[in-house]
């Protein structure tokens, strides 16, 4: 779509498979960055954000509850952020309560549920920020 895009991925291995999937299916500006998104290595403000972030399923959460994760990403988030960005993250459908105990500074426009199988149907959250 011509967008500058950043990817960030905790895990060395996962951060090179994103740059060569990006490479090849999204040729053009992108940047792969190896980094901890509780704690965003910018201070360039951005238009979106996208985010997948781990489930506690079969990734760890490092010690910490779903939840928390979530508080602790909205809390470190805002810094990145222009003024009424947008943000797209894919959530366990079940976990929604928990994610918009953390929304103090965001607004949800609309979510879709994507059934994966028998126990986990994600949800795909649309966000502004406020």
């Given amino acids: ?5 950043v990817g960030v991925e905790l895990k060395t291995w996962i951060c090179e498979g994103m ?3 990006t490479s090849y299916y999204c040729p053009g500006t992108y940047h792969t960055v190896q980094g901890d998104a509780l704690t ?4 360039k403000a951005f238009d979106a954000v996208a985010t997948d972030p781990p489930y506690g399923r079969s990734t760890t959460l490092s010690g ?3 939840e928390k994760l979530l508080q602790d990403f909205f809390k ?4 990145i952020l222009k003024p009424r960005a947008r943000m ?6 079940e976990t929604f309560e928990a994610l918009q105990t953390c929304l103090e500074s965001f ?18 959250v649309v966000l502004t920020y406020v």
């Fill in 76 to 79: 470190n988030i805002t810094a």
């Fill in 1 to 5: 779509m011509g967008h500058e895009a």
């Fill in 64 to 66: 910490r509850g779903f």
């Fill in 40 to 43: 965003p290595p910018f201070t």
């Fill in 88 to 93: 797209v993250l894919t959530i366990p459908r």
């Fill in 107 to 124: 607004k949800v426009l609309e979510y879709y549920d994507l059934y994966v199988h028998k126990s986990l149907t994600r949800r795909l």
């Fill in 19 to 21: 740059r060569r999937n």
